[in-house]
């Protein structure tokens, strides 16, 4: 089992900084990817940003050039940087980590989400 606790988030005005954070605990060792969804209201769920066991990331059309994954100072740390916020990046954000299974496959574990509402 992967435990994933979130921190972060809140409310920021457009052009604003956000910076959300998120550990995980349980069985790491067995963790391939970590990363950050998000969904608006109305939306489906979608991948903001995520960050490989060897640090290759991957971005969302939408937030290239303003957002940046990172470890943090350990590998079962994922930090998402959000600058030059906008409204339309209003939504819930949820951690999201990647656990490879020795039968096949992997396992996707969740946090419990944090707001981010960017609004004058």
């Known amino acids: 089992q992967v435990q994933l606790v979130e921190s972060g988030g809140g409310l920021v005005q457009p052009g604003g900084s956000l910076r959300l954070s998120c550990v995980a605990s349980?069985?790491?060792?067995?963790?391939?990817?970590m990363g950050w969804y998000r969904q608006a209201p109305g939306k489906e769920r979608e991948l903001v940003a995520s960050?490989?066991?060897?640090?290759?990331?991957n971005y969302a059309d939408s937030v290239k050039g303003r957002f940046t994954i990172s470890r943090g100072n350990a590998e079962n740390i994922a930090d998402l940087q959000m600058n030059s916020l906008k409204p339309e990046d209003t939504a819930v954000y949820s951690c999201?980590?990647?656990?490879?299974?020795?039968?096949?496959?992997?396992?996707?574990?969740w946090g419990q989400g944090t707001q981010v509402t960017v609004s004058s």
């Open positions: 999201n980590a990647k656990q490879w299974l020795p039968t096949g496959g992997e396992r996707d574990y």
């Open positions: 349980g069985s790491i060792r067995r963790l391939t990817a």
């Open positions: 960050i490989t066991r060897g640090g290759s990331t």
